[in-house]
Nanobody, 118 residues
Framework: VHVADSGGDLVQAGGSLRLSCVAS????????IAWFRQAPGKEQEVVAC????????AVAEPVKGRFTISIEIAANTTYLQMNSLKPEDTGVYYC????????????WGQGTQVTVSA
């Protein structure tokens, strides 16, 4: 499975970004994509997760109401739409993939930097 994430940028607080993740090479029909982030000096945390089947579609509490995750299956692409960005959203965002029905990652993208200025 190959995972490639992109879309990070420098944005002002209150702005929006859309991260993209192209994942390919799955063996099984159902799989999950999860976005994690690593902020400076903080532990890595899961931000959002979605399954191809649609059974899982969730975002973490700190970003609820601001971030949404979606899949465009035909394009093998998952999107993380981030609105009303805050400085505390700054970090490296990683797309991960797994060939099972939970959000625990098996494969990782290279990461994309999101920086939110005050």
């Amino acid at each position: 499975v190959h995972v490639a994430d992109s879309g990070g940028d420098l944005v002002q607080a209150g702005g929006s970004l859309r991260l993209s993740c192209v994942a390919s090479g799955f063996t099984f029909d159902d799989w999950t994509i999860a976005w994690f982030r690593q902020a400076p000096g903080k532990e890595q945390e899961v931000v959002a997760c979605i399954s191809r089947s649609g059974v899982i579609n969730a975002v973490a509490e700190p970003v609820k109401g601001r971030f949404t995750i979606s899949i465009e299956i035909a394009a093998n692409t998952t999107y993380l739409q981030m609105n009303s960005l805050k400085p505390e959203d700054t970090g490296v965002y990683y797309c991960t993939a797994a060939e099972h029905s939970n959000c625990y990652p098996e494969y990782w993208g290279q990461g994309t930097q999101v920086t939110v200025s005050a």
